[in-house]
C-alpha cells in the first residue's frame, strides 16, 4: 500500500510540471477533436503526429499520445449522440439510445452522462492500473486462443439483445456482419477470399467504411426522405446537464460499466471492445423495463460510454507491464516509445519507474481535463443541432468523406462507402439495423483467427473449447445470454411496437 | 461570408513551382508498413537525419497491408522524381516474389537502389519453459518432437515466417505453424507458453530476453549483438547455415536521375555515419556491419541474391511442410 | 387447401433478399477450399456463415406468411441517389484537383437531394465548410489531405 502510494506520488510528481500538463491537455483536446470527426481515428492522428513529438522528452511525449486515445474515445461518443456517427468501434452502442435522447431533446442530458460515467471510469481504471496491473497481467495470460475464441462466442450473443426491433433480423444482421469480416486476404494461407480481384479488398473491409457508409451516409439518406424526423432533431434543445433524477438512475450502471469495461480491457487480444456491448446488453437485461432501451433509456448511454473509457484505460495494462501493445494504436506507442529510445517490455515499471508512473497519473489528471474541456462544449454541441438541417446534412456527407479518406488517403475508400450506404438505406427500409451487423464485424475476424488458432494447437480437437476451464465457462455465459434473451422474447411474441427510424 | 474570402487568399498565395535543386519540397518515405513497426522506426531513426543533410523533410508515409507489397507497389508506380522513396525490407524486395504469385513489381528491375539502412539480426526464441539448455539441444529436441511442436508467425509473407520456414528447412522440422496477426499477439502467446517457438527481429525481443520472460537460443549473426550480448550467434551454437537479417532498405523508383540517387545515397552515407543515429540504431539491436550494402551498387546484389536465396527455400519449405492437418 | 397470403411483405423482401445474398457469398467463396471441421480451410467459415444468412432468410420469408406484419412503405429513391452521387463526386476529385474543389462540388451535389436548399447560401457555406475543414485535418492534424493539386503547376 505505500508502495502504491509513494508511486503515486512519483507520478504526480513527474505528470504535475507545466510541461507535462500542457502536453497532456493538448493530448486531450486533439483527442477530442479527432473523436468528434468521423472517420479518422487515433491510428491515422498518431501516426502522423509522431514526428511532432520527437522534439519532446519521453515521458511528455507519451503523455501526449496517451491523452490522444483516451480524448478519442471520450469524443467518439458526441458525434455517436448528436448526429448519429460511430465514430469509433466502441461507441456503436452509443448511437442506440444516445442519439435517440437527442432526438427526444434531452442530447444535453446524454452528453453529460457520457462526460460524467467516463470521467468516473478514468478515475476507477486509473487507480486499477496504480494498484493491480501486475497481478492482472498475470490473469491476462491465462487467456489463449481458444479462450478468446469462447469469450467473443459469447460476445455474439450480446447482439440478440442489442436489437431494438426482430430478433430474427438482428441474428440475421451479425451473421452478415461475420460474413462480411471474411472478406480479404485469409490469415494462415494467404488466399484472398470474396475480393474479386480487386486490391484494396484484400486488406479486409474497413471498419470506417462500413461505419460510415451505415451510420453517416445511411442516415443522411433517412432523415431527407422521412419529412418529420429532422424536426425532432433541432426542435427543442432541453436542458444541458442530465437532472438528478437521470444521474440517480445512471449511478449504477455507470460502475457496472467500469467494471466490466475494465475486466475485457486487460485482455491483450483487444476484448476491451466487447465492453460497451456488455455493459448495454447487461443494462437492458437488468432493467424494469427493458423496452425502453432503444427509445433513449439513459442507462443505455451511461453505463457503455463508462465501460469504453475503462476499457481504453485498462488496455495500456498489457502495453506498460508486458510491451506487449493489445491493439494497433497501442503497437503504435511501442513504436512511440522505441523511438524514443524505450523499448517497452516487462521491465519498465523498475527501469524507467518515473516514466511509467507519471503516465498513469497523467490518466487521472487527462480525465478531469476532459471533463473540464467537455462540459463546457456540451452547450456549443446542442446548440450545433439548431443549424438547419439543409445546411447540416451537407456538411456531415462532406466532413465524412473527408475521415474516410485520411484513414488510408484512397479515393476508393470514399467510393466503396457509397455502395455501403446505399445498401444500409435499403436495409433500413427492410427493418435491418446496423449495430448488431458492426457488432458482427468487429467480433468477426478474433473470432475466427482465434478459432483456427485453437484448432491448430489442439490439432482439430474440437474438445478443448470444454476441456479448458476459462473458455468452458465463457461458452456457458454466452449460452446463458442467448436463452434468457431469447426465450421471453419468444414467449411474448414480437409486440409490434414499431420504432420509427 | 469571410471564410470564403480566406480560402481565395490561400489560393492565390499557392507558391508556383521554378526549377530549382533537388530536394526543393518534402520528401515522400513510404514506410509498406504500420507505424511503430520495427521497419518504420528504422526509417524514422535514419530519415531525421538525412532531412537535416538535404535541407528538406522526409515524410514518412506508412502505406500498409498485404505484406508490405501494398506500398512497395505504389512506391514502384511512382513518379521517378526523387519525391517518393521506400524503406524495403527482405520481405517486400527479396521474399515477396516467392511468397505472392502476382506481384506487381520486381524488386530488382521496378527500383533504382539507394542503400541499406540497417539490418535487423533475427533470434530463434522459445517459451520460458522450454526444456533444452542451448541452440544445439533446441535443434535436436525441435527434430525429434516437431510434430508436436507449435510454432507462431505473424502472417504468410512476414519475416517471422520466411525465416522460420528457412530454419524449419533447415534443422528438416515440421511443426504445425500457428498464424497471428502481428508479430505483438505471436509474441504474447509465446510468453504466456502458448506456443512453444518462433523467429524474429532482434528488435521486437530484447526487452522480452531481458527480462526472462522467453528464452534465446540464437541469433543468426556473424558475431553476437551489442544489444544482447549473452545470446550465442548460430555460428557458435552449431548452426552455421541460419544465417538471415531482416535488411532495411532505402529505394527509390526506377528511372530516378542518377544525380538524385547519388545525393540520396550520400545522405543515407552519412546518416549512418552519425554517432548519434548509430547509437540509437544500435540500441534497438540493428546491425549496421554490412558496409557493401549501404551503396547503390551493393543494395542491387543483395537483392538479387536474397529473391533467389528465397525463391529455393520457400519453394522447398512448402513442399516440406507437414500435410493439411 | 387455404391459399398462402403474405402478411408481412417487408419480412418477405428482407428474407428474399438475405437469401440472395447467402447465394451471392456461396458463389463468391466457390473457389476457396473449407478443410475439415478440426482444421478448417479459409472457405470453411464463409460457406458456414453462408448457410446461416440464407437459413436465417428463409425463416424470414416462413414469418412473413404466417405472421401479419410492416409493409414496404416509401422507397424514395432521388434523396439517397443524389448523396451517393455526391461522394463519388468527392471521390473522384480529391486527388486532382484536390478539397478545394472536391469539397464544395460534393456539397453542392448533396444539396440536390433536398428541396430546401437554398442555393446561393449553400455555395457560400460550402467554401466556409471547405476552409474549416482545411484547418482541421491539414493544418491541425497534419493529414497528407491534397488541397489543391493541378498536375504540373501546383501541389498544395
Not at chain 1, 444482421?173 to 486490391?199: I, K, N, P, Y
Not at chain 1, 478459432?451 to 476441456?467: E, K, M, N, V, Y
Not at chain 2, 549483438?225 to 527509390?252: C, R, Y
Not at chain 3, 476552409?131 to 488541397?147: D, K, N, Y
Request: net charge positive; glycine share 10%; proline share 7%.
Amino acid at each position: 500500500m505505500s508502495a502504491l502510494l509513494s508511486n503515486l506520488s512519483l507520478g504526480f510528481s513527474v505528470a504535475f510540471t507545466l510541461p507535462n500538463l500542457g502536453l497532456c491537455f493538448l493530448g486531450c483536446l486533439v483527442g477530442t477533436l479527432i473523436g468528434v470527426l468521423p472517420g479518422i481515428g487515433p491510428i491515422a492522428t498518431i501516426t502522423m503526429l509522431l514526428p511532432v513529438t520527437f522534439g519532446l522528452p519521453p515521458v511528455g511525449a507519451l503523455i501526449m499520445l496517451a491523452g490522444i486515445y483516451y480524448g478519442a474515445q471520450y469524443g467518439g461518443s458526441t458525434t455517436a449522440i448528436l448526429v448519429n456517427i460511430p465514430g469509433e468501434v466502441t461507441s456503436v452502442v452509443t448511437t442506440i439510445d444516445g442519439h435517440q435522447m437527442a432526438r427526444q431533446g434531452r442530447a444535453g442530458a446524454a452528453l453529460g452522462i457520457a462526460a460524467l460515467g467516463s470521467f468516473f471510469a478514468g478515475c476507477v481504471a486509473t487507480v486499477i492500473i496504480a494498484g493491480l496491473a501486475v497481478p492482472l497481467t498475470r490473469v491476462a495470460l491465462l487467456f489463449g486462443p481458444a479462450e478468446y475464441a469462447a469469450l467473443m462466442t459469447a460476445g455474439l450473443a450480446f447482439a440478440v439483445v442489442l436489437a431494438r426491433g426482430s430478433i430474427l433480423k438482428s441474428i440475421a444482421m451479425v451473421l452478415l456482419g461475420l460474413l462480411l469480416s471474411t472478406v480479404g486476404q485469409d490469415l494462415e494461407t494467404g488466399a484472398d477470399r470474396m475480393t474479386f480481384g480487386v486490391a484494396s479488398l484484400s486488406d479486409g473491409i474497413d471498419f470506417a467504411v462500413l461505419a460510415m457508409g451505415l451510420f453517416g451516409f445511411a442516415e443522411v439518406m433517412r432523415n431527407l426522405t422521412v419529412d418529420q424526423a429532422r424536426d425532432v432533431v433541432h426542435g427543442k434543445i432541453g436542458r444541458l446537464l442530465p437532472t438528478r433524477g437521470e444521474l440517480k438512475q445512471s449511478a449504477l450502471p455507470v460502475v457496472r460499466g467500469t467494471l466490466l469495461g475494465a475486466v475485457l480491457g486487460i485482455l491483450p487480444g483487444n476484448g476491451a471492445v466487447l465492453g460497451p456491448f456488455a455493459s448495454y446488453a447487461l443494462e437492458k437485461k437488468l432493467a424494469r423495463d427493458p423496452r425502453r432501451f432503444g427509445r433513449g433509456a439513459i442507462e443505455g448511454v451511461a453505463g457503455p460510454e463508462s465501460a469504453n473509457n475503462a476499457g481504453a484505460q485498462t488496455s495500456f495494462i498489457p502495453l506498460l507491464t508486458l510491451g506487449i501493445p493489445p491493439n494497433a494504436v497501442m503497437a503504435l506507442m511501442v513504436g512511440a516509445m522505441t523511438i524514443h529510445g524505450i523499448v517497452p517490455g516487462p521491465l519498465v515499471m523498475t527501469r524507467n519507474a518515473s516514466l511509467f508512473w507519471g503516465v498513469i497519473a497523467s490518466m487521472w489528471i487527462g480525465n478531469l481535463m476532459l471533463l473540464v474541456i467537455n462540459l463546457p462544449l456540451i452547450g456549443a454541441w446542442v446548440r450545433l443541432l439548431k443549424v438547419p438541417y439543409r445546411l447540416l446534412y451537407p456538411t456531415i456527407v462532406i466532413v465524412c468523406c473527408v475521415g474516410i479518406y485520411s484513414v488510408n488517403n484512397l479515393p476508393e475508400d470514399v467510393l466503396a462507402t457509397s455502395v455501403v450506404a446505399l445498401l444500409g438505406y435499403a436495409g433500413s427500409r427492410l427493418g435491418f439495423e446496423s449495430a448488431p451487423l458492426l457488432l458482427g464485424f468487429v467480433l468477426g475476424r478474433l473470432l475466427e483467427e482465434n478459432l483456427r488458432r485453437a484448432l491448430a494447437i489442439s490439432r482439430g480437437d474440437l474438445a478443448i473449447f470444454i476441456h479448458r476451464p476459462v473458455s468452458a465457462w465463457l461458452l456457458l455465459t454466452g449460452l446463458i445470454v442467448l436463452v434468457v434473451a431469447v426465450v421471453p422474447a419468444i414467449r411474448t411474441r414480437r409486440e409490434q411496437v414499431f420504432v420509427e427510424e | 461570408m469571410r471564410p470564403s474570402l480566406i480560402v481565395l487568399a490561400v489560393v492565390l498565395a499557392l507558391p508556383l513551382q521554378g526549377r530549382a535543386a533537388y530536394p526543393e519540397r518534402p520528401i515522400t518515405l513510404i514506410v509498406p508498413f504500420a507505424a511503430g513497426g520495427p521497419t518504420d522506426v528504422v526509417a524514422r531513426i535514419v530519415g531525421e537525419h538525412m532531412s537535416r543533410t538535404l535541407g528538406q523533410q522526409l515524410v514518412v508515409e506508412n502505406v500498409a497491408g498485404a505484406g508490405g507489397t501494398t506500398g512497395s507497389t505504389r512506391a514502384a508506380q511512382a513518379a521517378p522524381d526523387g519525391y517518393t522513396l521506400i524503406m524495403g525490407h527482405m520481405g517486400t524486395h527479396g521474399a515477396a516474389p516467392a511468397v505472392y504469385p502476382d506481384l506487381k513489381y520486381d524488386p530488382a528491375k521496378s527500383f533504382a537502389p539507394i542503400g541499406m539502412a540497417a539490418g535487423t539480426p533475427i533470434l530463434i526464441v522459445a517459451r520460458k519453459s522450454f526444456p533444452a539448455k542451448d541452440l544445439k539441444e533446441f535443434v535436436a529436441y525441435v527434430k525429434k518432437n516437431s510434430e508436436k511442436l507449435n510454432e507462431a508467425h505473424a502472417g504468410v509473407g512476414s519475416v517471422s515466417f520466411t525465416t522460420c520456414a528457412f530454419f524449419n528447412s533447415l534443422v528438416g522440422a515440421k511443426p504445425t505453424r500457428v498464424v497471428y496477426r502481428g508479430t505483438g499477439p505471436a509474441l504474447n502467446d509465446l510468453v504466456s507458453g502458448q506456443v512453444d517457438y518462433m523467429c524474429d527481429q532482434i528488435v521486437n525481443l530484447v526487452p522480452q530476453i531481458q527480462a526472462g520472460t522467453i528464452k534465446a537460443y540464437g541469433v543468426a549473426l556473424p558475431q553476437r549483438s551489442p544489444a544482447l550480448p549473452d545470446v550465442p550467434t548460430t555460428k557458435e551454437g552449431g548452426l552455421p547455415e541460419f544465417q538471415v537479417s531482416a535488411w532495411n532498405a532505402i529505394f527509390a523508383p526506377k528511372g530516378t536521375p542518377p544525380e538524385i540517387v547519388k545525393k540520396l545515397s550520400d545522405a543515407l552515407t552519412k546518416a549512418l555515419a552519425d554517432e548519434n543515429t548509430r547509437k540509437r540504431l544500435l540500441d534497438l539491436g540493428a546491425d549496421l556491419s554490412d558496409k557493401a550494402a549501404q551503396t547503390p551498387e551493393g543494395l542491387a546484389k543483395l537483392v538479387d541474391s536474397e529473391v533467389a536465396r528465397w525463391k529455393k527455400v520457400l519453394a522447398s519449405a512448402s513442399k516440406d511442410a507437414a500435410p493439411p492437418r | 387447401m387455404a391459399r398462402i397470403r403474405v402478411q408481412a411483405p417487408q419480412d418477405l423482401v428482407a428474407g428474399a433478399s438475405l437469401v440472395a445474398v447467402a447465394l451471392f457469398a456461396l458463389w463468391a467463396a466457390g473457389p476457396l477450399d473449407s478443410g475439415r471441421m478440426g482444421a478448417p480451410g479459409p472457405g470453411l467459415l464463409p460457406r458456414f456463415l453462408a448457410l446461416m444468412v440464407g437459413g436465417a432468410g428463409l425463416a424470414l420469408v416462413g414469418v412473413s406468411l404466417a405472421r401479419p406484419g410492416e409493409s414496404l412503405g416509401r422507397w424514395p429513391v432521388r434523396g439517397p441517389a443524389l448523396i451517393a452521387l455526391s461522394v463519388v463526386t468527392f471521390a473522384l476529385t480529391i486527388r486532382v484537383p484536390g478539397l478545394v474543389v472536391a469539397g464544395p462540388a460534393a456539397m453542392l451535389v448533396a444539396g440536390a437531394a433536398s428541396p430546401e436548399t437554398r442555393w446561393k447560401e449553400l455555395a457560400i457555406f460550402s467554401f466556409a465548410v471547405t476552409a474549416v475543414c482545411t484547418a482541421l485535418f491539414r493544418s491541425l492534424l497534419h493529414l497528407p489531405i491534397p488541397i489543391l493539386v493541378i498536375p504540373g503547376w501546383v501541389t498544395l
